[in-house]
């Protein structure tokens, strides 16, 4: 008897003890809840709800007159979106000719960043170098100025009479039109080698309107101009974070790796680069945004031009919708270039995951290991 009553007794203290926890979180929630209201309220106000509007302009074909919420507006679905992609006319060439642009910038800014960024952070890393706030300071002093400035003095650099053909003429090398040349260079190495008109299998045909010969022209030399001001620019702030990966290496490691007999490069390989993983798939990320989000440059440099060789996805989407004023188009533009970041995005996060060989695969073929008596 004496047993069952403090039985009782705990399992009643138990259950208020479990109430008062309960009551407890509750009222944790709620004041959690209470003090991020204010930031769901600002982001889904000048957030979310600006994104639903231009999701609902992309469906329409406002011209900037009035409310694009009135019934005048005339809705026309998702015709924005298929003459990007299956109708045959000037919305198409000129967007998938910023799309061939852009997968160049991409393919040739993110890995170049990278790698310099990189670079730098091991230098000013090295324990042996002095001056390391000087070096800090002048990669990074790029990363702060303004673009349109340094822009406007890529202008001057690569002008016809520029100090970048000065110094090409140095070497006896004829320095290019930078920003009148509207061709590839991916052409010019193919006249080099006297390849100067397309050949009849790359000039029929070729997917979304427009030819292979158009889609294998590589970059126009206005486009590398861009490349090389964006590079400059982007790769203190890359090599910042790169430092800060690097920094919390743990010496040890490093110390051990060199008592094994391991070389420098072998270190860098197999104990640098694994380490700084998580940094290296933020570093690409960001890059990979950033280079298809590119507009200053472009609007202050060339706009698009020559001969639309630097025409990119958020510049067309900019003169889309307010110089030729289609914000139906102009918002349908930036929202398939929203997915292409995603999607892209989403395959370099893939790539990159760290794999756990020792977790067995799921699935009916995986083999069973036997267990040892």
């Known amino acids: 008897m004496a047993t069952e009553t403090l ?28 003090f991020v209201a204010p930031v769901i309220v600002i982001l889904g106000l ?26 005048d507006v005339p809705f026309v679905g998702a015709h924005n979106y298929t003459q990007l992609f299956t109708e045959d006319g000037l919305a198409r060439r000129d967007f998938m000719t910023s799309i061939r642009n852009n997968i160049y ?9 990278t790698v310099l960024a990189l670079g730098l952070a091991l230098v000013v890393n090295n324990r042996m170098l002095k001056g390391k706030s000087f070096f800090r300071s002048a990669f990074y002093f790029p990363s702060v100025t303004s673009s349109v400035a340094i822009s406007v003095v890529f202008l001057f650099l690569f002008a016809n009479s ?85 920094q919390n290496v743990p010496v040890t490691l490093d110390e051990a790796s060199t008592l094994d007999g391991a070389s420098r490069w072998q270190r860098f390989r197999y104990v640098t680069l694994p380490m700084i993983r998580p940094t ?8 990979m945004i950033g280079s298809w989000q590119v507009f200053d440059q472009v609007y202050v440099m060339s706009q698009g031009d020559p001969a639309k060789t630097t025409l990119t996805p958020a510049y067309l989407s900019y ?14 533009i930036s929202f398939v270039l929203f997915l292409i970041i ?32």
């Open 105 to 113: 910038y991409v393919a040739i800014v993110v890995p170049t960043q």
């Open 342 to 373: 995603i999607v892209f995005t989403l395959i370099q996060r893939r790539a990159l995951a760290e794999r756990d060989t020792d977790r067995p695969r799921r699935g009916w073929w995986r083999r069973r290991v036997p267990e040892r008596s």
């Open 162 to 246: 520029g100090a970048v053909n000065a110094l090409l003429g140095f070497v006896g090398i004829d320095g290019p039109e930078w920003f009148a040349d509207s061709r590839g260079v991916l052409h010019l190495l193919f006249g080099v080698v006297g390849v100067d008109s397309p050949p009849a299998a790359l000039a029929d045909g070729g997917p979304f309107g427009l030819t292979w010969w158009d889609w294998l022209a590589g970059p126009s030399v206005a486009m590398i101009s861009i490349i090389t001001l964006v590079v400059w620019t982007t790769s203190g702030t890359f090599m910042l974070m790169f430092l800060a990966g690097l």
């Open 280 to 287: 290296t798939f933020l570093v690409l990320t960001l890059g």
């Open 7 to 34: 039985t009782a007794v705990a399992t009643a203290g138990g259950a208020g003890t479990r109430r008062g926890r309960g009551g407890i979180r509750s009222n944790e929630n709620l004041a959690g809840w209470l």
């Open 46 to 71: 000048f957030l979310l709800l600006p994104i639903l509007m231009a999701l609902w302009v992309s469906l329409t074909d406002w011209n900037g007159q009035g409310s694009p919420f009135t019934g």
């Open 319 to 332: 003169r889309t919708a307010f110089r030729d004023f289609d914000y139906g188009s102009g918002a349908a």
